[in-house]
């Protein structure tokens, strides 16, 4: 038992060919993102059966607020380090520990001085504590092991996988139990804090390098260099990406804070964290691929086919099933969100398609272009929020998200990623329109079937969930027979690679 034990764990060790230890990686990066992901989702439906949505809300202040300290001083060394030619980037992780522990510190410190401040300005006292509790995290951060910056620059992700479901298990495990214990806003807090902790001591037991406090100006030049557009465009991620959140909790209320970022990671999580999967595996496969242009493209187009494949008709299946999924999931008390639900999902789908090209301009030395695009969404999104929240509330918020992405971001996105790698334009919209036509024919199955039922919201969801799956599964299958649709071979690749 033991032997079969130690075999099947050498197995699932990726190796092979480029491609496939790419494959086999985006497995164990699948397997982060859904298990993370789904303990965190079962955390927050178990608490939002205890937690009224207001403190949701205080706990969302408190988490935008990290996010925006964090996002202002990201200085991109991660990113770097895996962009590096070298196989061998020991020489430089002191002085990124250095760097990060530096960083860390001075979050801190903000969050905790400016707490009441930032509480104040929501109107919401009760939050001061939140965020200086919340600010240990970045300082455990940036005192972790450095080297476990390897799992993903050398493509070993099951060691990855170690990592970070371990911590997700400590978090649920910790929030759900003191929520059992107190059903107060403490619970996501002491979650979310105890995941930091636990990483902290856990990233020195699975890597063997071991810091210290050494620090090379002229690396730390190097590393600040590479990283001063993924600043730039990790300042403008947070204000397109979480600012609305910010928006919201301050000209609405915390509990319409709630229920939008509720309703924005229920929306966003299937689709955005599919295609995040394949993002973080492609970057570092993109990278290596820097050289070599045609096969980049090859690379490209089949994350791209991939990924609209999967991503496309979970975005459209969550705007259909949201009526039925928020009162029979969550209760009755967070039906206000299903509208702000129905239209995040689309912002999930638009998020999705195009999440990898950040990880093309990354690889091929041009972050700045993910800070330039960044920079005109947020211009878009800020002429437009102020009068849509007023008008129509979270929809009206969750309305110009959705519109200021799919024009003119998409479009912009395609025209530029076209000319970066001489792939033509067209070449992206195919591989879209087929998953995009079979997620509309098992849209408008849905539909007629919810007509013909009266049926409780739970034998809805029943209902439709497996058979939104069969239709779009039988219409692709026909697409990719009888149409020059390569999902068939994209799918015997990864089965091969993974057998």
Same mark, same amino acid.
């Given at each position: 038992?033991?032997?079969?034990?130690?075999?099947?764990?050498?197995? @699932?060790?990726?190796? +092979?060919?480029?491609?496939?230890?790419?494959?086999?990686?985006?497995?164990?990066?699948? /397997?982060?993102?859904?298990?993370?992901?789904?303990?965190?989702?079962?955390?927050?439906? #178990?608490?939002?059966?205890?937690?009224?949505?207001?403190?949701?809300?205080?706990? +969302?202040?408190?988490?935008?607020?990290?996010?925006? *300290?964090?996002?202002?001083?990201?200085?991109?060394?991660? *990113?770097?380090?895996?962009?590096?030619?070298?196989?061998?980037?020991?020489?430089?992780?002191?002085?990124?520990?250095?760097?990060?522990? +530096?960083?860390?510190?001075?979050?801190?410190?903000?969050?905790?001085?400016?707490a009441p401040f930032i509480a104040g300005a929501f109107d919401e006292p009760n939050a001061a504590r939140l965020i200086r509790v919340i600010g240990v995290g970045p300082l455990l951060f940036g005192l972790r092991n450095p080297g476990v910056v390897y799992f993903r620059k050398d493509l070993e992700f099951h060691k990855e996988f170690v990592y970070q479901v371990s911590g997700s298990i400590v978090q649920f495990a910790v929030g759900v139990g003191y929520a059992l214990i107190s059903p107060t806003v403490w619970a996501l807090v002491l979650g979310y804090v105890s995941a930091d902790v636990f990483k902290f001591v856990f990233s020195y037991f699975v890597h063997d390098y071991r810091p210290w406090p050494s620090f090379d100006l002229s690396i730390a030049r190097e590393l600040i260099d590479y990283g001063k557009w993924i600043?730039?465009?990790?300042?403008?991620?947070?204000?397109?990406?979480?600012?609305?959140?910010?928006?919201?909790?301050?000209?609405?209320?915390?509990?319409?804070?709630?229920?939008?970022?509720?309703?924005?990671?229920?929306?966003?999580?299937?689709?955005?964290?599919?295609?995040?999967?394949?993002?973080?595996?492609?970057?570092?496969?993109?990278?290596?691929?820097?050289?070599?242009?045609?096969?980049?493209?090859?690379?490209?187009?089949?994350? *791209?086919?991939?990924?609209?494949?999967?991503?496309?008709?979970?975005?459209?299946?969550?705007?259909?099933?949201?009526?039925?999924?928020?009162?029979?999931?969550?209760?009755?008390?967070?039906?206000?969100?299903?509208?702000?639900?129905?239209?995040?999902? @689309?912002?999930?789908?638009?998020?999705?398609?195009?999440?990898?090209?950040?990880? #093309?301009?990354?690889?091929?030395?041009?972050?700045?272009?993910?800070?330039?695009?960044?920079?005109?969404?947020?211009?878009?999104?800020?002429?437009?929020?102020?009068?849509?929240?007023?008008?129509? +509330?979270?929809?009206?918020?969750?309305?110009?998200?959705?519109?200021?992405?799919?024009?003119?971001?998409?479009?912009?996105?395609?025209?530029?990623?076209?000319?970066?790698?001489?792939?033509?334009?067209?070449?992206?919209?195919?591989?879209?329109?087929?998953?995009? #036509?079979?997620?509309?024919?098992?849209?408008?199955?849905?539909?007629?079937?919810? /007509?013909?039922?009266?049926?409780?919201?739970?034998?809805?969801?029943?209902?439709? =969930?497996?058979?939104? =799956?069969?239709?779009?599964?039988? *219409?692709?299958?026909? @697409?990719?027979?009888?149409?020059?649709? /390569?999902?068939?071979?994209?799918?015997?690749?990864?089965?091969?690679?993974?057998?």
């Amino acid at each position: 038992m033991r032997d079969r034990l130690l075999d099947t764990l050498r197995r @699932l060790i990726p190796s +092979g060919s480029a491609i496939e230890r790419t494959i086999q990686n985006g497995v164990w990066a699948g /397997g982060i993102k859904i298990a993370s992901r789904l303990l965190q989702v079962l955390m927050l439906v #178990v608490l939002a059966r205890v937690l009224a949505p207001r403190q949701f809300g205080l706990m +969302g202040i408190a988490l935008v607020s990290l996010s925006a *300290t964090q996002k202002f001083s990201q200085i991109g060394i991660k *990113t770097a380090l895996i962009q590096n030619r070298n196989e061998n980037v020991d020489e430089y992780l002191d002085t990124t520990w250095c760097l990060e522990a +530096g960083r860390g510190l001075v979050i801190f410190a903000v969050l905790f001085v400016a707490a009441p401040f930032i509480a104040g300005a929501f109107d919401e006292p009760n939050a001061a504590r939140l965020i200086r509790v919340i600010g240990v995290g970045p300082l455990l951060f940036g005192l972790r092991n450095p080297g476990v910056v390897y799992f993903r620059k050398d493509l070993e992700f099951h060691k990855e996988f170690v990592y970070q479901v371990s911590g997700s298990i400590v978090q649920f495990a910790v929030g759900v139990g003191y929520a059992l214990i107190s059903p107060t806003v403490w619970a996501l807090v002491l979650g979310y804090v105890s995941a930091d902790v636990f990483k902290f001591v856990f990233s020195y037991f699975v890597h063997d390098y071991r810091p210290w406090p050494s620090f090379d100006l002229s690396i730390a030049r190097e590393l600040i260099d590479y990283g001063k557009w993924i600043t730039a465009s990790s300042v403008l991620y947070f204000l397109y990406s979480e600012g609305d959140d910010a928006f919201v909790g301050w000209f609405l209320s915390a509990t319409a804070l709630g229920f939008y970022q509720y309703a924005y990671r229920i929306a966003d999580t299937p689709s955005s964290e599919v295609s995040e999967i394949i993002a973080s595996v492609s970057f570092p496969a993109y990278s290596k691929l820097q050289d070599d242009p045609d096969k980049l493209r090859q690379a490209l187009l089949a994350t *791209t086919r991939i990924t609209g494949f999967v991503t496309i008709p979970m975005a459209v299946g969550i705007a259909l099933v949201a009526p039925s999924f928020v009162p029979v999931v969550l209760g009755d008390e967070w039906t206000p969100m299903i509208g702000a639900m129905q239209l995040l999902a @689309l912002y999930g789908l638009f998020h999705s398609i195009t999440r990898n090209f950040g990880s #093309v301009y990354k690889a091929l030395d041009r972050p700045d272009l993910i800070a330039k695009l960044s920079a005109l969404r947020v211009a878009c999104i800020s002429a437009l929020i102020w009068p849509a929240a007023a008008r129509f +509330g979270i929809e009206g918020v969750g309305l110009v998200v959705v519109g200021v992405y799919a024009f003119p971001m998409l479009p912009l996105d395609v025209y530029i990623m076209s000319n970066l790698t001489n792939t033509r334009p067209l070449a992206f919209v195919r591989e879209w329109f087929y998953p995009t #036509v079979a997620a509309g024919v098992m849209s408008a199955s849905l539909w007629r079937l919810r /007509g013909l039922m009266d049926a409780t919201p739970l034998v809805e969801l029943v209902i439709l =969930i497996p058979a939104g =799956i069969a239709v779009y599964g039988l *219409t692709a299958l026909v @697409l990719a027979r009888f149409s020059s649709w /390569g999902i068939r071979n994209d799918i015997r690749s990864i089965a091969g690679s993974l057998s």
